[in-house]
């Protein structure tokens, strides 16, 4: 079984558990591209992690 984290919903709601892996793909992405540009909205901050994670990430990157 693999390692799983609770998300925090914003509005104080029950998260969600997604695995860890998963979770730490993504994060590591928008690190990566924030940290090349100054400004960046949010469909063309998933269009650049998905360009980047590839097509392998059979979810939905703008979820995570």
């Known amino acids: 079984m693999s390692d799983r984290i609770l ?3 914003p509005s104080g709601k029950k ?3 997604i695995e ?3 979770h730490d793909r993504i ?3 928008i690190l990566e ?3 090349e540009v100054q400004e960046l909205g949010f469909t063309q901050l ?3 992690i998905k360009r ?3 097509a392998d990430f059979e979810e939905s990157v ?3």
Do not use: S
């Open 20 to 22: 860890k892996r998963k």
């Open 27 to 29: 994060k590591a992405a």
């Open 7 to 9: 998300t925090k919903h």
């Open 33 to 35: 591209v924030l940290g």
């Open 52 to 54: 980047r994670i590839g």
């Open 46 to 48: 998933g269009l650049e």
């Open 62 to 64: 703008n979820w995570y």
């Open 15 to 17: 998260g969600v558990n």
